[in-house]
């Protein structure tokens, strides 16, 4: 890791974190994913591209499942998602979707109603990130017309620390993930997840995520380790409780090792994986 790096992890270290959600899937030219999770066999018809077309839809899903999660996003739109802000962020990521060959976008759709119920969006670095990839990752992101303030700098502050922490090495980061709050517990985040994770076993590469609570359980079943968490109180919004974020990794794996079948809980590392505390960014 450069000198840069290691200033920006020391100082991320130093600042209070907050909640995160995720975003990426399918990019040019993917191929859709033979997946066999038994929950959602028979009701979907497995993992597509999200095309240019459905970019609202896929933010409206991702606002959805965002807010419905109880937390520090409950408050980020207080009214919900204003009609400016929702064409503010199609625009801009239909741009997206054009143009880093990195960026993958992808869906699961219910056979029966033909809706998206889950959505993904990640990136894929197979070597070290150059300066200007790091500044981009950890770009604070502009507030939108209507958000709170306060939550919204609080989230995409712990956004751009956490990816600090994470520095220029090489691996997937998940940059949303979501299924659709009526579809869940049916095997869709599990088909997508799978779909993901083999992309980042094809090229051995860690996998970086931001979790919710409610997120947190799905991933340590697929091998990801808690690195660190931020609890913060929800009164700071005009709420009361607290909700949580926490920063998981997955080791890196070669294809012949990979076990992305679900499991009862979160297996050990095997001998062939990273420890992600090892590689620093504990």
């Known amino acids: ?28 030219g993917s191929v859709q994913g033979n997946v066999s999770s038994n929950a959602a066999q028979g009701r979907t018809q497995g993992v597509e591209p999200l095309l240019d077309a459905e970019y609202e839809e896929y933010t409206r899903l991702q606002y959805t499942a965002f807010r419905s999660s109880g937390g520090i996003s409950t408050f980020i739109f207080p009214s919900g998602l204003p009609a400016d802000a929702m064409r503010s962020i199609v625009e801009k990521g239909q ?15 219910d056979q029966e109603s033909r809706q998206i119920v889950a959505i993904a969006h990640w990136k ?42 994470l520095g220029t090495r090489p691996c997937l980061t998940v940059h949303v993930f979501a299924t659709h709050p009526a579809h869940r517990r049916n095997g869709h985040g599990a088909m997508l997840l799978e779909h993901i994770l083999r992309q980042a076993d094809e090229h051995c590469l860690e996998t970086y995520l931001e979790a919710s609570e409610q997120g947190k359980r799905l991933y340590a079943k697929y091998s990801f380790q808690a690195i660190y968490e931020k609890e ?51």
Not at 11 to 23: D, Q, V
Not at 96 to 108: F, Q, R
Not at 130 to 137: N, S, V, Y
């Open 1 to 28: 890791m450069s000198s840069q790096s290691n200033s920006a992890l020391n100082t991320a270290s130093e600042r209070p974190y907050t909640y995160l959600i995720s975003m990426n899937d399918f990019g040019p």
């Open 95 to 109: 741009k997206k979707m054009h143009e880093k060959e990195n960026a993958y976008y992808a869906k699961v759709v």
């Open 124 to 165: 894929l670095f197979t070597s070290e990130r150059t300066a200007e990839e790091q500044q981009a990752l950890e770009r604070t992101r502009t507030p939108l017309p209507g958000v709170n303030l306060l939550a919204w700098r609080d989230y995409y502050g712990h956004v751009q620390d956490s990816r600090c922490r």
């Open 232 to 282: 913060f109180n929800l009164a700071r919004y005009g709420g009361s409780g607290a909700d949580r974020n926490t920063i998981m990794m997955r080791p890196a794996q070669r294809p012949s090792d990979a076990t992305i079948e679900r499991t009862a809980g979160a297996p050990p590392l095997n001998n062939t994986s990273t420890d992600v505390r090892a590689a620093g960014i504990v």
